[in-house]
Nanobody
Framework: QVQLAESGGGLVQAGGSLRLSCAASGRTFSRYCMGWFRQAPGKEREFVAALWSGGSTYYADSVKGRFTISGDNAKKTVYLQMNSLKAEDTAVYYC???????????????WGQGTQVTVSS
């Protein structure tokens, strides 16, 4: 089992920044993919960014150039730095872990509880 705990969400004005954290505990993987997803009210959960254990990163087109995913293996924590936030970034943000490099939510095995990000315009 893997436990994931997100933090760092909150209310920010458009154009501002937030950094989300996702701390992992429990089972470890030699190869893993840590992903961030988000879900806005009335919408499906969508891919935001992912970090493969080999170092590769993947981003949704909507966040490229604004969001950066990174990780700290010693702390078993992955971060999502979000800059130039827009009202449409408002959503609950979830972190998840998979044993394959993927952008599909269905292929992630463990999920956190989510953290709310609200961007006021």
């Amino acid at each position: 089992q893997v436990q994931l705990a997100e933090s760092g969400g909150g209310l920010v004005q458009a154009g501002g920044s937030l950094r989300l954290s996702c701390a992992a505990s429990g089972r470890t993987f030699s190869r893993y993919c840590m992903g961030w997803f988000r879900q806005a009210p009335g919408k499906e959960r969508e891919f935001v960014a992912a970090l493969w254990s080999g170092g590769s990163t993947y981003y949704a087109d909507s966040v490229k150039g604004r969001f950066t995913i990174s990780g700290d293996n010693a702390k078993k924590t992955v971060y999502l730095q979000m800059n130039s936030l827009k009202a449409e970034d408002t959503a609950v943000y979830y972190c998840a872990v998979s044993d394959i490099a993927t952008m599909w939510a269905s292929e992630y095995d463990y999920w956190g509880q989510g953290t709310q990000v609200t961007v006021s315009s």
